[in-house]
Protein backbone atom coordinates (compact mmCIF):
# COMPACT_ATOMS: atom_id res chain seq x y z
CA UNK A 1 0.00 0.00 0.00
CA UNK A 2 2.60 2.62 0.85
CA UNK A 3 4.47 1.24 -2.24
CA UNK A 4 1.26 2.61 -4.56
CA UNK A 5 1.01 5.57 -2.54
CA UNK A 6 5.24 6.66 -3.04
CA UNK A 7 4.58 5.49 -6.70
CA UNK A 8 0.88 7.81 -7.60
CA UNK A 9 3.05 10.93 -5.47
CA UNK A 10 6.06 10.42 -8.19
CA UNK A 11 3.72 10.19 -11.01
CA UNK A 12 1.78 13.72 -10.09
CA UNK A 13 5.18 15.68 -9.09
CA UNK A 14 6.62 14.23 -12.63
CA UNK A 15 3.48 15.62 -14.47
CA UNK A 16 3.64 19.08 -12.29
CA UNK A 17 7.43 19.00 -13.34
CA UNK A 18 6.62 18.40 -17.35
CA UNK A 19 3.85 20.93 -17.30
CA UNK A 20 6.20 23.24 -15.64
CA UNK A 21 8.82 22.82 -18.03
CA UNK A 22 6.80 22.82 -21.59
CA UNK A 23 5.36 26.14 -19.84
CA UNK A 24 9.15 27.28 -19.72
CA UNK A 25 10.09 26.16 -23.24
CA UNK A 26 7.24 28.41 -24.65
CA UNK A 27 8.39 30.97 -22.41
CA UNK A 28 12.32 30.66 -23.11
CA UNK A 29 11.62 30.46 -26.77
CA UNK A 30 9.04 34.12 -26.53
CA UNK A 31 12.06 35.69 -24.76
CA UNK A 32 14.87 34.53 -27.48
CA UNK A 33 12.63 36.02 -30.23
CA UNK A 34 12.20 39.04 -28.49
CA UNK A 35 16.02 39.22 -27.87
CA UNK A 36 16.82 38.52 -31.90
CA UNK A 37 14.57 41.47 -32.67
CA UNK A 38 16.37 43.45 -30.38
CA UNK A 39 19.88 42.47 -31.57
CA UNK A 40 18.84 43.41 -35.54
CA UNK A 41 17.57 46.60 -34.02
CA UNK A 42 20.77 46.93 -32.31
CA UNK A 43 22.89 46.16 -35.35
CA UNK A 44 20.99 48.78 -37.46
CA UNK A 45 21.35 51.39 -35.45
CA UNK A 46 25.42 50.93 -35.30
CA UNK A 47 24.89 50.52 -39.07
CA UNK A 48 23.48 54.33 -39.23
CA UNK A 49 26.20 55.63 -36.60
CA UNK A 50 28.86 54.26 -38.44
CA UNK A 51 28.20 56.01 -41.79
CA UNK A 52 27.31 59.52 -39.84
CA UNK A 53 30.75 59.18 -38.19
CA UNK A 54 32.20 58.89 -41.67
CA UNK A 55 30.73 61.69 -42.30
CA UNK A 56 31.53 63.95 -39.41
CA UNK A 57 34.91 63.17 -40.10
CA UNK A 58 34.78 64.14 -43.80
CA UNK A 59 33.22 67.68 -42.36
CA UNK A 60 35.97 67.74 -39.96
CA UNK A 61 38.47 67.67 -42.99
CA UNK A 62 36.33 70.27 -44.71
CA UNK A 63 36.87 72.34 -41.57
CA UNK A 64 40.69 71.98 -41.76
CA UNK A 65 40.88 73.15 -45.03
CA UNK A 66 38.89 76.04 -44.79
CA UNK A 67 40.59 77.09 -41.64
CA UNK A 68 43.99 77.34 -43.60
CA UNK A 69 42.57 79.74 -46.06
CA UNK A 70 43.08 83.65 -45.62
CA UNK A 71 40.74 85.54 -43.27
CA UNK A 72 37.95 86.57 -45.28
CA UNK A 73 33.96 87.32 -44.70
CA UNK A 74 33.58 84.27 -47.30
CA UNK A 75 35.66 82.23 -45.72
CA UNK A 76 34.27 82.46 -42.25
CA UNK A 77 31.09 82.26 -43.33
CA UNK A 78 31.59 78.99 -44.76
CA UNK A 79 33.72 77.84 -41.71
CA UNK A 80 30.24 78.51 -39.58
CA UNK A 81 28.18 76.46 -42.43
CA UNK A 82 30.17 73.38 -42.29
CA UNK A 83 30.56 73.22 -38.24
CA UNK A 84 26.83 73.82 -38.24
CA UNK A 85 26.46 70.90 -40.56
CA UNK A 86 28.97 68.61 -38.65
CA UNK A 87 27.14 70.06 -35.09
CA UNK A 88 23.66 68.52 -37.07
CA UNK A 89 25.47 65.31 -37.75
CA UNK A 90 26.91 65.08 -34.64
CA UNK A 91 23.28 65.72 -32.59
CA UNK A 92 21.84 63.14 -35.18
CA UNK A 93 24.03 60.67 -34.37
CA UNK A 94 23.65 61.61 -30.32
CA UNK A 95 20.27 60.54 -31.43
CA UNK A 96 21.10 57.49 -32.78
CA UNK A 97 23.63 56.33 -29.44
CA UNK A 98 20.31 57.80 -26.89
CA UNK A 99 18.12 55.51 -28.81
CA UNK A 100 20.33 52.41 -28.95
CA UNK A 101 21.20 52.93 -25.24
CA UNK A 102 17.41 53.36 -24.55
CA UNK A 103 17.27 49.24 -26.18
CA UNK A 104 19.95 47.95 -24.54
CA UNK A 105 19.07 49.58 -20.57
CA UNK A 106 15.32 48.01 -21.47
CA UNK A 107 16.67 44.97 -22.47
CA UNK A 108 19.66 44.62 -19.35
CA UNK A 109 16.31 45.72 -17.00
CA UNK A 110 14.85 42.83 -18.07
CA UNK A 111 17.46 40.31 -17.78
CA UNK A 112 17.90 41.39 -14.19
CA UNK A 113 14.08 40.69 -13.44
CA UNK A 114 14.95 37.39 -14.86
CA UNK A 115 17.54 36.63 -12.44
CA UNK A 116 15.67 37.94 -9.75
CA UNK A 117 12.81 35.43 -10.72
CA UNK A 118 14.80 32.95 -11.06
CA UNK A 119 16.73 33.44 -7.36
CA UNK A 120 13.33 33.66 -6.12
CA UNK A 121 12.49 30.26 -7.72
CA UNK A 122 15.88 28.86 -6.22
CA UNK A 123 15.07 29.97 -2.72
CA UNK A 124 11.61 28.22 -2.83
CA UNK A 125 13.78 25.22 -3.96
CA UNK A 126 15.72 25.47 -1.07
CA UNK A 127 13.32 26.03 1.08
CA UNK A 128 11.50 22.54 0.16
CA UNK A 129 14.83 20.43 0.15
CA UNK A 130 15.67 22.14 3.74
CA UNK A 131 12.05 20.67 4.57
CA UNK A 132 12.22 17.51 3.40
CA UNK A 133 15.71 17.11 4.87
CA UNK A 134 14.82 17.60 8.02
CA UNK A 135 12.41 15.67 7.87
CA UNK A 136 14.68 12.65 6.91
CA UNK A 137 17.19 14.18 9.75
CA UNK A 138 14.53 13.60 12.44
CA UNK A 139 14.36 9.62 11.21
CA UNK A 140 17.23 8.01 13.17
CA UNK A 141 18.58 4.76 11.73
CA UNK A 142 17.44 3.22 15.38
CA UNK A 143 13.81 4.50 14.41
CA UNK A 144 14.25 3.04 10.71
CA UNK A 145 15.46 -0.28 12.41
CA UNK A 146 12.24 -0.97 14.62
CA UNK A 147 10.09 0.40 11.89
CA UNK A 148 7.94 -1.78 9.23
CA UNK A 149 10.16 -0.76 6.70
CA UNK A 150 12.52 -3.85 4.51
CA UNK A 151 16.00 -3.33 4.52
CA UNK A 152 15.94 -2.19 1.08
CA UNK A 153 13.68 1.07 1.91
CA UNK A 154 15.71 2.06 4.63
CA UNK A 155 18.43 2.34 2.26
CA UNK A 156 16.03 3.95 0.10
CA UNK A 157 15.55 6.99 2.75
CA UNK A 158 19.34 6.68 3.33
CA UNK A 159 20.29 7.15 -0.07
CA UNK A 160 17.48 9.91 -0.53
CA UNK A 161 19.10 12.12 2.58
CA UNK A 162 21.93 11.93 0.81
CA UNK A 163 20.76 13.16 -2.35
CA UNK A 164 18.78 16.22 -0.63
CA UNK A 165 22.01 16.97 0.91
CA UNK A 166 23.57 17.37 -2.17
CA UNK A 167 20.36 18.97 -3.59
CA UNK A 168 20.77 21.50 -1.21
CA UNK A 169 24.43 22.44 -1.92
CA UNK A 170 24.21 22.86 -5.40
CA UNK A 171 21.01 25.01 -4.45
CA UNK A 172 23.12 27.42 -2.54
CA UNK A 173 25.85 27.47 -4.83
CA UNK A 174 23.64 28.05 -7.94
CA UNK A 175 21.70 31.23 -5.73
CA UNK A 176 25.70 32.46 -5.10
CA UNK A 177 26.49 32.38 -8.47
CA UNK A 178 23.10 33.60 -9.85
CA UNK A 179 23.87 36.70 -7.01
CA UNK A 180 27.13 37.29 -8.55
CA UNK A 181 25.63 37.35 -11.95
CA UNK A 182 22.79 40.28 -11.18
CA UNK A 183 25.57 42.40 -9.33
CA UNK A 184 27.68 42.63 -12.62
CA UNK A 185 23.94 43.09 -14.39
CA UNK A 186 23.14 45.75 -12.08
CA UNK A 187 26.23 47.56 -12.72
CA UNK A 188 26.36 47.53 -16.55
CA UNK A 189 23.05 48.66 -16.45
CA UNK A 190 24.07 51.57 -14.22
CA UNK A 191 27.10 52.66 -16.37
CA UNK A 192 24.41 52.25 -19.58
CA UNK A 193 22.28 54.61 -17.47
CA UNK A 194 25.22 57.22 -17.03
CA UNK A 195 26.22 56.99 -20.38
CA UNK A 196 22.47 57.94 -22.20
CA UNK A 197 22.76 60.84 -18.98
CA UNK A 198 26.13 62.11 -20.77
CA UNK A 199 24.67 61.72 -24.05
CA UNK A 200 21.58 63.58 -23.69
CA UNK A 201 23.53 66.52 -21.77
CA UNK A 202 26.12 66.35 -24.76
CA UNK A 203 23.15 66.78 -27.12
CA UNK A 204 21.79 69.54 -24.93
CA UNK A 205 25.16 71.38 -25.70
CA UNK A 206 25.32 70.29 -29.71
CA UNK A 207 21.85 72.29 -29.88
CA UNK A 208 23.05 75.40 -28.29
CA UNK A 209 25.93 75.54 -30.49
CA UNK A 210 24.01 75.03 -33.59
CA UNK A 211 21.94 77.89 -32.16
CA UNK A 212 24.43 80.14 -31.47
CA UNK A 213 26.68 79.48 -34.80
CA UNK A 214 23.26 80.29 -36.96
CA UNK A 215 22.99 83.41 -35.17
CA UNK A 216 26.41 84.32 -35.87
CA UNK A 217 26.24 83.20 -39.33
CA UNK A 218 22.92 85.49 -39.69
CA UNK A 219 25.31 87.93 -38.32
CA UNK A 220 27.78 87.99 -41.13
CA UNK A 221 25.20 87.63 -43.68
CA UNK A 222 23.51 90.85 -42.64
CA UNK A 223 26.73 92.32 -43.83
CA UNK A 224 27.32 93.03 -47.28
CA UNK A 225 29.90 91.16 -49.36
CA UNK A 226 30.88 93.98 -50.99
CA UNK A 227 32.11 95.68 -47.38
CA UNK A 228 34.92 93.64 -46.57
CA UNK A 229 36.25 96.63 -44.18
CA UNK A 230 33.15 96.36 -42.20
CA UNK A 231 33.77 93.04 -41.63
CA UNK A 232 37.86 93.59 -40.55
CA UNK A 233 35.83 96.09 -37.64
CA UNK A 234 33.81 92.83 -36.64
CA UNK A 235 37.49 90.84 -36.62
CA UNK A 236 38.63 93.95 -34.83
CA UNK A 237 36.39 93.85 -32.09
CA UNK A 238 36.36 90.12 -31.59
CA UNK A 239 40.15 90.20 -31.48
CA UNK A 240 39.96 93.25 -28.44
CA UNK A 241 37.25 91.43 -26.51
CA UNK A 242 39.68 87.94 -26.65
CA UNK A 243 42.66 90.20 -25.53
CA UNK A 244 40.19 91.69 -22.34
CA UNK A 245 39.40 88.27 -21.71
CA UNK A 246 42.83 86.88 -21.42
CA UNK A 247 43.74 89.66 -19.06
CA UNK A 248 40.38 89.70 -16.61
CA UNK A 249 41.55 88.74 -13.21
CA UNK A 250 40.28 84.60 -12.59
CA UNK A 251 40.02 85.02 -9.09
CA UNK A 252 41.70 82.42 -6.60
CA UNK A 253 40.63 81.28 -3.49
CA UNK A 254 44.00 81.04 -0.13
CA UNK A 255 45.41 84.45 0.12
CA UNK A 256 46.95 84.94 -3.67
CA UNK A 257 49.23 88.19 -4.29
CA UNK A 258 46.33 90.85 -6.03
CA UNK A 259 43.62 88.27 -5.46
CA UNK A 260 44.28 85.69 -8.80
CA UNK A 261 46.19 85.45 -11.96
CA UNK A 262 45.08 86.80 -15.53
CA UNK A 263 42.72 84.12 -17.32
CA UNK A 264 44.79 83.52 -19.75
CA UNK A 265 47.60 82.42 -17.25
CA UNK A 266 44.77 80.22 -15.40
CA UNK A 267 43.94 78.60 -18.88
CA UNK A 268 47.24 78.13 -19.99
CA UNK A 269 48.31 76.72 -16.22
CA UNK A 270 44.84 74.59 -16.45
CA UNK A 271 45.75 72.95 -20.11
CA UNK A 272 49.01 71.63 -19.10
CA UNK A 273 47.62 69.73 -15.80
CA UNK A 274 44.87 68.52 -18.29
CA UNK A 275 47.97 66.99 -20.91
CA UNK A 276 48.92 65.46 -17.54
CA UNK A 277 46.22 64.50 -16.16
CA UNK A 278 43.48 63.76 -18.77
CA UNK A 279 41.16 65.81 -16.90
CA UNK A 280 39.29 68.64 -18.93
CA UNK A 281 40.65 72.20 -18.48
CA UNK A 282 37.42 74.24 -18.10
CA UNK A 283 36.20 71.48 -15.70
CA UNK A 284 39.30 71.98 -13.31
CA UNK A 285 38.72 75.63 -13.71
CA UNK A 286 35.41 75.48 -13.05
CA UNK A 287 36.24 73.56 -9.29
CA UNK A 288 38.75 76.38 -8.68
CA UNK A 289 36.11 79.13 -9.07
CA UNK A 290 33.84 77.45 -6.91
CA UNK A 291 36.55 76.52 -4.14
CA UNK A 292 37.24 80.76 -4.42
CA UNK A 293 33.63 81.62 -4.17
CA UNK A 294 33.57 79.26 -0.71
CA UNK A 295 36.77 80.99 0.49
CA UNK A 296 35.17 84.45 0.06
CA UNK A 297 32.57 83.25 2.27
CA UNK A 298 34.77 81.69 4.68
CA UNK A 299 37.51 84.17 5.08
CA UNK A 300 41.54 83.84 5.72
CA UNK A 301 43.00 83.31 9.55
CA UNK A 302 46.44 82.66 10.35
CA UNK A 303 47.52 79.73 12.84
CA UNK A 304 47.96 81.07 16.27
CA UNK A 305 48.88 78.23 18.60
CA UNK A 306 50.37 74.80 16.78
CA UNK A 307 49.91 72.76 20.05
CA UNK A 308 45.54 73.75 19.92
CA UNK A 309 45.32 74.42 16.56
CA UNK A 310 43.82 78.03 17.54
CA UNK A 311 43.73 80.38 14.58
CA UNK A 312 43.10 84.17 14.40
CA UNK A 313 41.25 86.15 11.55
CA UNK A 314 44.27 88.02 9.36
CA UNK A 315 42.02 91.05 9.15
CA UNK A 316 39.56 91.04 12.70
CA UNK A 317 41.87 89.05 14.97
CA UNK A 318 39.10 86.88 15.49
CA UNK A 319 40.41 83.70 17.57
CA UNK A 320 38.87 80.46 16.60
CA UNK A 321 39.48 77.18 18.62
CA UNK A 322 38.89 74.78 15.99
CA UNK A 323 41.15 76.53 13.53
CA UNK A 324 43.47 73.57 12.18
CA UNK A 325 43.43 70.16 13.67
CA UNK A 326 46.04 69.44 15.49
CA UNK A 327 46.65 66.13 15.46
CA UNK A 328 45.82 65.70 12.04
CA UNK A 329 46.79 68.69 9.67
CA UNK A 330 48.93 70.70 12.05
CA UNK A 331 52.26 68.58 12.20
CA UNK A 332 51.80 68.32 7.92
CA UNK A 333 51.53 71.84 8.07
CA UNK A 334 54.45 72.77 9.79
CA UNK A 335 56.30 70.90 7.96
CA UNK A 336 55.43 72.21 4.39
CA UNK A 337 55.60 75.61 5.28
CA UNK A 338 59.18 74.75 6.52
CA UNK A 339 60.28 73.11 3.25
CA UNK A 340 59.50 76.14 1.77
CA UNK A 341 60.87 78.26 4.38
CA UNK A 342 57.66 80.59 5.29
CA UNK A 343 56.63 81.35 8.75
CA UNK A 344 53.84 79.17 9.98
CA UNK A 345 52.31 81.81 11.86
CA UNK A 346 52.19 84.41 8.81
CA UNK A 347 50.67 82.61 6.32
CA UNK A 348 47.01 82.53 4.92
CA UNK A 349 44.76 79.33 5.33
CA UNK A 350 40.98 79.32 5.43
CA UNK A 351 39.43 80.15 8.69
CA UNK A 352 36.63 77.58 9.61
CA UNK A 353 32.89 77.81 9.05
CA UNK A 354 30.76 79.36 11.33
CA UNK A 355 28.28 77.34 13.46
CA UNK A 356 29.22 73.97 11.62
CA UNK A 357 31.36 71.13 13.47
CA UNK A 358 34.70 70.68 11.88
CA UNK A 359 38.59 72.57 11.02
CA UNK A 360 39.69 75.52 9.18
CA UNK A 361 43.15 75.44 7.73
CA UNK A 362 42.58 74.67 4.15
CA UNK A 363 45.64 76.19 1.77
CA UNK A 364 45.70 78.20 -0.99
CA UNK A 365 43.77 77.99 -4.36
CA UNK A 366 43.37 74.32 -4.05
CA UNK A 367 41.93 74.50 -0.64
CA UNK A 368 43.24 71.15 0.27
CA UNK A 369 43.60 70.55 3.80
CA UNK A 370 47.03 70.00 4.69
CA UNK A 371 47.10 66.00 5.49
CA UNK A 372 45.69 65.91 2.10
CA UNK A 373 47.98 68.17 0.28
CA UNK A 374 50.41 65.85 1.61
CA UNK A 375 49.40 62.77 0.17
CA UNK A 376 49.67 64.86 -3.67
CA UNK A 377 53.01 66.56 -2.95
CA UNK A 378 55.37 64.53 -3.99
CA UNK A 379 52.85 63.42 -7.63
CA UNK A 380 52.65 66.95 -7.63
CA UNK A 381 56.83 68.16 -7.45
CA UNK A 382 57.37 65.49 -9.83
CA UNK A 383 55.27 66.85 -12.80
CA UNK A 384 56.00 70.40 -11.95
CA UNK A 385 59.58 69.53 -12.47
CA UNK A 386 60.17 71.04 -8.95
CA UNK A 387 61.80 69.70 -5.42
CA UNK A 388 58.80 70.97 -3.62
CA UNK A 389 55.58 71.64 -4.08
CA UNK A 390 54.01 74.91 -2.75
CA UNK A 391 50.20 74.88 -1.95
CA UNK A 392 50.04 78.99 -2.67
CA UNK A 393 51.37 78.79 -5.63
CA UNK A 394 48.88 79.21 -8.25
CA UNK A 395 50.06 77.19 -11.00
CA UNK A 396 51.24 74.14 -8.38
CA UNK A 397 47.59 74.28 -6.72
CA UNK A 398 45.95 73.95 -10.31
CA UNK A 399 47.90 70.79 -10.92
CA UNK A 400 46.98 69.62 -7.37
CA UNK A 401 43.40 70.14 -8.05
CA UNK A 402 43.94 68.04 -11.34
CA UNK A 403 45.64 65.42 -9.93
CA UNK A 404 43.21 65.03 -7.18
CA UNK A 405 40.31 65.29 -9.48
CA UNK A 406 41.75 62.48 -11.80
CA UNK A 407 41.61 59.92 -9.08
CA UNK A 408 38.23 60.71 -8.12
CA UNK A 409 37.38 59.47 -11.86
CA UNK A 410 37.00 62.68 -13.70
CA UNK A 411 39.52 62.31 -16.46
CA UNK A 412 36.88 59.90 -18.24
CA UNK A 413 35.30 63.78 -19.30
CA UNK A 414 31.69 62.26 -19.54
CA UNK A 415 29.10 64.52 -17.77
CA UNK A 416 28.22 61.98 -14.98
CA UNK A 417 31.88 61.26 -14.54
CA UNK A 418 32.92 65.21 -13.68
CA UNK A 419 29.75 65.89 -11.80
CA UNK A 420 30.22 63.06 -9.07
CA UNK A 421 33.93 64.03 -9.03
CA UNK A 422 33.21 67.47 -8.14
CA UNK A 423 30.72 66.19 -5.30
CA UNK A 424 33.78 63.89 -4.52
CA UNK A 425 35.93 66.72 -3.95
CA UNK A 426 33.34 68.68 -1.76
CA UNK A 427 32.32 66.09 0.55
CA UNK A 428 33.93 62.87 -0.44
CA UNK A 429 30.68 61.34 -1.52
CA UNK A 430 28.96 61.37 -5.18
CA UNK A 431 26.40 63.20 -6.06
CA UNK A 432 23.68 61.14 -5.80
CA UNK A 433 23.99 59.39 -2.14
CA UNK A 434 21.30 60.23 -0.13
CA UNK A 435 23.26 60.75 2.83
CA UNK A 436 24.97 64.10 2.07
CA UNK A 437 23.65 66.88 0.09
CA UNK A 438 26.28 68.25 -2.29
CA UNK A 439 24.52 68.15 -5.71
CA UNK A 440 24.32 71.54 -4.93
CA UNK A 441 28.06 71.85 -5.42
CA UNK A 442 28.41 69.88 -8.35
CA UNK A 443 25.96 71.24 -10.07
CA UNK A 444 26.97 74.69 -9.60
CA UNK A 445 31.13 73.92 -10.93
CA UNK A 446 29.17 71.88 -14.10
CA UNK A 447 27.76 75.73 -14.64
CA UNK A 448 30.99 77.37 -14.02
CA UNK A 449 32.71 74.68 -16.35
CA UNK A 450 30.38 75.17 -19.59
CA UNK A 451 30.86 79.22 -19.21
CA UNK A 452 34.61 78.82 -18.81
CA UNK A 453 34.40 76.19 -21.63
CA UNK A 454 32.47 78.95 -23.72
CA UNK A 455 35.42 81.52 -23.21
CA UNK A 456 38.11 79.22 -24.06
CA UNK A 457 37.20 78.61 -27.47
CA UNK A 458 36.14 82.52 -28.07
CA UNK A 459 39.82 83.07 -27.31
CA UNK A 460 41.53 80.48 -29.06
CA UNK A 461 39.18 81.52 -32.38
CA UNK A 462 39.95 85.19 -31.92
Not at 47 to 63: G, H, M, N, P, S
Not at 167 to 176: P, T
Amino acid sequence: MQYKFKLYLFFILFIVFLSGFVFLNIKTEAANQALETAEIDKAKLEKELIQLEKEIVQKEKELAGQKGQSASLSRDISILTTQINKAKLDIQAKNLTIKKLGGEITEKSKQIQSLNSKIEKEKESLAQLIRKERLLDNKSIFSIMLSQESVSEAYSDLATFSSIKEGIQNSMDEIRGVKTLTEEERKSLEEKKNKETDTKVELENAKKKVELSEAEKQKLLSISKNKEVEYSKVIAERQAEATKIRARLFELAGGVSGGGIPFGDAVKYAEYASSKTGVRTAFILGILKQETGIGKNVGLCYLNDSQTGESRGMNTGKIFKNGMSPTRDVPPFLTITKKLGIDPYNTRVSCPIEGVPGWGGAMGPSQFIPSTWMLFASKIAEKMGVSTANPWNPEHAIMATAIYLQNLGASGGSYTAEINAACKYYSGRSCSDPAVKNAFYGKSVMSHATTIEKEIQFINEN
